[in-house]
């Protein structure tokens, strides 16, 4: 998951941001309501958190600047305002969510992942593709309930495979979601992650594949389509 954090204070912007990186979520972070909405308008992210003290302007009106020029991206309100019409203006502008700062890492944690889990459709953190399931919060990857170990870049390709499932995604997208543009490799090391995912997923399904390639585009996860009866008897009138 990718993350874009806008929050003025230097100090607790990098301590959320290290946190989040230790759960395995990119964050990317601006310190001025114009910055974050011209990197919200360039960049595909999962979610937004968004301070409402900024000094440029206040997140009300970064938020309306957001959803007037078609960022349709979530965001969550961090602040240190509970006061409940504040909550409530947040809420009807179309923010998804209000946190009230101090918090514990582990809530705005398991929010983040709430809410990507919500809008990609969904409800259950566990997403289920034919044998194969994984587990969002736990982070575990299962085939018929047999665990599946892979290395943190399989699993990360496995995991946003599974929240876009049935939706091919471009080489690109994997290098951001790994990398998230930082030291990034060449586009060809998706290639070997993939290869790598296949045959570890084909070995341990016994050869079905759950892991589609549309050459020339990219790499979609989908549930096999229903096996045809075979040697079926002919209808007769």
Same mark, same amino acid.
């Given at each position: 998951?990718?993350?874009?954090?806008?929050?003025?204070?230097?100090?607790?912007?990098?301590?959320?941001?290290?946190?989040?990186?230790?759960?395995?979520?990119?964050?990317?972070?601006?310190?001025?309501? /114009? /910055?974050?909405? /011209?990197?919200?308008?360039?960049?595909?992210?999962?979610?937004?958190?968004?301070?409402?003290?900024?000094?440029?302007?206040?997140?009300?009106?970064?938020?309306?600047?957001?959803?007037?020029?078609?960022?349709?991206?979530?965001?969550?309100?961090?602040?240190?305002?509970?006061?409940?019409?504040?909550?409530?203006?947040?809420?009807?502008?179309?923010?998804?969510?209000?946190?009230?700062?101090?918090?514990?890492?582990?809530?705005?944690?398991?929010?983040?992942?709430?809410?990507?889990?919500?809008?990609?459709?969904?409800?259950?953190?566990?997403?289920?593709?034919?044998?194969?399931?994984?587990?969002?919060?736990?982070?575990?990857?299962?085939?018929?309930?047999?665990?599946?170990?892979?290395?943190?870049?399989?699993?990360?390709?496995?995991?946003?495979?599974?929240?876009?499932?049935?939706?091919?995604?471009?080489?690109?997208?994997?290098?951001?979601?790994?990398?998230?543009?930082?030291?990034?490799?060449?586009?060809?090391?998706?290639?070997?992650?993939?290869?790598?995912?296949?045959?570890?997923?084909?070995?341990?399904?016994?050869?079905?594949?759950?892991?589609?390639?549309?050459?020339?585009?990219?790499?979609?996860?989908?549930?096999?389509?229903?096996?045809?009866?075979?040697?079926?008897?002919?209808?007769?009138?």
């Amino acid at each position: 998951m990718r993350t874009l954090l806008i929050e003025d204070n230097a100090l607790l912007a990098t301590s959320i941001q290290k946190m989040l990186n230790s759960a395995h979520i990119i964050c990317d972070t601006a310190n001025t309501g /114009e /910055e974050g909405t /011209e990197i919200a308008r360039i960049y595909d992210y999962d979610v937004i958190l968004l301070d409402l003290t900024l000094p440029d302007s206040h997140g009300f009106d970064v938020l309306r600047r957001l959803r007037r020029g078609g960022v349709k991206t979530p965001v969550v309100i961090v602040s240190g305002c509970a006061e409940l019409d504040g909550k409530i203006k947040a809420l009807k502008m179309g923010a998804d969510d209000y946190l009230t700062k101090p918090f514990q890492m582990r809530e705005l944690i398991a929010r983040i992942r709430a809410i990507v889990r919500r809008v990609r459709g969904h409800s259950d953190p566990v997403i289920r593709t034919g044998r194969l399931s994984v587990d969002l919060t736990a982070r575990v990857a299962k085939v018929d309930d047999r665990p599946l170990p892979l290395p943190p870049k399989e699993y990360a390709i496995l995991e946003l495979l599974s929240l876009h499932k049935g939706r091919t995604l471009d080489k690109t997208t994997f290098l951001d979601h790994l990398y998230g543009g930082v030291d990034e490799p060449d586009l060809k090391i998706i290639d070997v992650f993939i290869c790598k995912l296949r045959k570890r997923l084909k070995a341990a399904t016994g050869g079905e594949h759950y892991l589609q390639t549309d050459w020339g585009h990219g790499h979609m996860l989908c549930d096999l389509p229903p096996k045809t009866a075979a040697h079926e008897a002919p209808v007769t009138a």
